[in-house]
């Protein structure tokens, strides 16, 4: 990641009576609705400073040994410049905090960057949510052209 994002933004615990970035957390889940079901039981960490909010993510607590990045965003414009990677890098430093032995995260069957990038950090694919994405959305979502239909979990383990 840039040394002048690293020197001007930290990556800050949200206190549960803060603002959710719920534009940051749209472009990785396009449904307010679907948001609203996990965000609220989840630990979410902002990559901010004084002025801004530049990714988020979001971590819940699955079981005594898991725990899931329900939500992982960075603003378009910073996109490509190392601090998605960064930032699964902290989710899993702070899921071993917590004691957790694995950490998980789902994403779509066309979601090829996140798919890539998942993997290159040592996500491995272990479970598949069929028809997840036509059963708990209103509308078609469509990535590369293609449209959702099941979610890939992938999983990390941290022992
Ligand atoms: N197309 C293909 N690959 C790309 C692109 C692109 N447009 N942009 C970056 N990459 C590659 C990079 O080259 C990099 O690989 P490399 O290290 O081998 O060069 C890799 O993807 C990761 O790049 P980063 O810069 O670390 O990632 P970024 O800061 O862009 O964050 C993220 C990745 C979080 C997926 C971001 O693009 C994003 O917010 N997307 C929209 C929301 C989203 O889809 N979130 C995930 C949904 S799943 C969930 O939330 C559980």
């Known amino acids: 990641m840039k040394e002048e994002i690293l020197n001007d ?16 957390l749209l472009l990785a889940d ?20 004084e ?4 990714a988020v993510y979001a971590l819940q607590t ?20 190392g ?3 960064f930032l699964l890098r902290d989710a899993t430093d702070k899921a071993i905090e917590k004691g957790a032995e694995t950490i998980t995260i789902g994403t779509g069957d066309a979601s090829i960057k996140q798919l890539y990038l998942y993997q290159k950090e040592g996500f491995e694919v272990f479970d598949l949510k069929k028809r997840f994405f036509l059963d708990n959305y209103p509308k078609p979502i469509f990535e590369n052209g293609i ?3 099941h979610m890939i979990m992938l999983k990390k383990d941290l022992t």
């Open 9 to 24: 933004y930290q990556v800050q615990q949200l206190n549960k009576q803060d603002k959710l970035p719920f534009d940051l």
């Open 30 to 49: 396009e449904s307010r609705q679907a948001i609203e079901k996990y965000i609220h039981t989840c630990d979410v960490y902002a990559l901010q400073n």
């Open 51 to 54: 002025e801004r909010i530049i």
């Open 62 to 81: 699955i079981d005594t040994a898991t725990i899931e990045i329900k939500n992982i965003a960075v603003a378009e414009k910073y996109q490509g410049q």
């Open 83 to 85: 601090i998605g990677t």
């Open 147 to 149: 449209q959702l239909k």
